[in-house]
T-cell receptor, first 113, second 110 residues
Framework: DAGVIQSPRHEVTEMGQEVTLRCKPISGHNSLFWYRQTMMRGLELLIYFNNNVPIDDSGMPEDRFSAKMPNASFSTLKIQPSEPRDSAVYFC???????????FGPGTRLTVT | QKEVEQNSGPLSVPEGAIASLNCTYSDRGSQSFFWYRQYSGKSPELIMSIYSNGDKEDGRFTAQLNKASQYVSLLIRDSQPSDSATYLCAVNQAGTALIFGKGTTLSVSS
């Protein structure tokens, strides 16, 4: 099993640029989660999907953030425009169902200068 | 506001000792409980899950759950330097996403 796949692994961009993070969940998993992790705030849930439908996006910090899941095997998290305070590690995770154990991808380390 | 609380640490133990990590949660309706291990610069890795009161053992790891007192703990026996990491407690109710604590940093000295 390939596990959760994320790309890119590292992203360095300038303030104001658009950033797109990508995730491929484990095959057969119906729930997908996007998290952001910083030293100050720990692991924060941004949004999660069940069967490709967004269920809870209350963690999305503001309108600059958007997420899509066009099919069961692909999701994107987009930041437009990016700001230095968006610098963090972004994790994607998937699970069979929302209440079950989650499996994390390797993460994308985003640096906005 | 559903909360999961952990002591941030660091918790320092000598090699071979028992490390005890604790977690409390606020929502009495919580049904599933998980422990994740996160090495520096890596992603969280699931190491234990527990769903009913009592103890669950897996190798050197034991998860303990007490729903009446709303706490879950993780014991690591014969601690090794390779156990040095941050341990995240996660809790949820049926149908909702996991809520993670901020983690406890464990340091095992040789």
């Amino acid at each position: 099993d390939a596990g959760v796949i994320q790309s890119p692994r590292h992203e360095v961009t300038e303030m104001g640029q658009e950033v797109t993070l990508r995730c491929k969940p484990i095959s057969g998993h119906n729930s997908l989660f996007w998290y952001r992790q910083t030293m100050m705030r720990g692991l924060e849930l941004l949004i999660y999907f069940n069967n490709n439908v967004p269920i809870d996006d209350s963690g999305m910090p503001e309108d600059r953030f958007s997420a899509k899941m066009p099919n069961a095997s692909f999701s994107t998290l987009k930041i437009q425009p990016s700001e230095p305070r968006d610098s963090a590690v972004y994790f994607c995770a998937s699970s069979f169902q929302a209440a079950y154990e989650q499996y994390f991808g390797p993460g994308t380390r985003l640096t906005v200068t | 506001q559903k909360e999961v609380e952990q002591n941030s640490g660091p918790l320092s133990v000598p090699e071979g000792a028992i490390a005890s990590l604790n977690c409390t949660y606020s929502d009495r309706g919580s049904q599933s409980f998980f422990w994740y291990r996160q090495y520096s610069g890596k992603s969280p890795e699931l190491i234990m899950s527990i769903y009913s009161n009592g103890d669950k053992e897996d190798g050197r790891f034991t998860a303990q759950l007490n729903k009446a007192s709303q706490y879950v703990s993780l014991l690591i026996r014969d601690s090794q330097p390779s156990d040095s990491a941050t341990y995240l407690c996660a809790v949820n109710q049926a149908g909702t996403a996991l809520i993670f604590g901020k983690g406890t940093t464990l340091s095992v000295s040789s």
